[in-house]
Antibody, heavy 115, light 110 residues
């Protein structure tokens, strides 16, 4: 059974960057597809991008192109999502999710952007 | 990439059936049988309920079913129960290794 454990809550100032981690266990990390999905307070789910770990090549949603970087470290079975040029609208819970159909989710990481 | 269109809310009484629609375009829902549905209770991570339009993961009740016609996918919940009250999201493959979610639907069990 795949388990995803994310890093803890973060507070950042506008204009800065944040990097959230997602450590996987219980499966074969090199065959994973890890996506990042965010949810602003009271809002819906938004797909940000994903990485297929065996390829190491990320794909990003158009609205995040240039601001998000998704990477994977096979040696530690950990995926990362870094979002730059933060603004208040980026305040959200950020989830990692595994699989083509997101059958496993991390617990979520609250990122608060505030001056 | 525009979000898929879902009704903001639906409601039903216990035992009834409800259907939630998810309308996309020929670039996403209409072109691929890769629609999934997620249930999310407040403060919790989403849970996969349906994938590849009609398939149910192990452990998901057979009261949940999915379908698709043209650019619109649907989730039907039969025999509505109190614990079904939650937010529901559809998601579709949108080409070029990208995905798109619907705006979400709040289900109220009366």
């Amino acid at each position: 059974q795949v388990q995803l454990v994310q890093s803890g809550a973060e507070v950042r100032k506008p204009g800065s960057s944040v990097k959230v981690s997602c450590k996987a266990s219980g499966g074969t990390f090199s065959s994973y597809s890890i996506s990042w999905v965010r949810q602003a307070p009271g809002q819906g789910l938004e797909w940000m991008g994903r990485i297929i770990t065996i390829l190491g090549i990320p794909n990003y949603a158009q609205q995040f192109q240039g601001r998000v970087t998704i990477t994977a470290d096979k040696s530690t079975s950990t995926a990362y999502m870094e979002l730059s040029s933060l603004r208040s609208e980026d305040t959200a819970v950020y989830y990692c999710a595994e699989g083509d159909f997101f059958d496993h989710w991390g617990q979520g990481t609250l990122v608060t952007v505030s001056s | 990439q525009s979000a898929l269109t879902q009704p903001a809310s639906v409601s039903g009484s216990p035992g009834q059936s409800i259907t939630i629609s998810c309308t996309g375009t020929t670039s996403d829902v209409g072109s691929y049988n890769l629609v999934s549905w997620y249930q999310q209770h407040p403060g919790k991570a989403p849970k996969l309920m349906i994938y590849e339009v009609t398939k149910r993961p192990s452990g998901v009740s057979n009261r949940f079913s999915g379908s698709k016609s043209g650019n619109t996918a649907s989730l039907t919940i039969s025999g509505l129960q109190a614990e079904d009250e939650a937010d529901y999201y559809c998601c579709s493959y949108a080409g070029s290794s990208t995905l798109v979610f619907g705006g979400g639907t709040k289900l109220t069990v009366l």
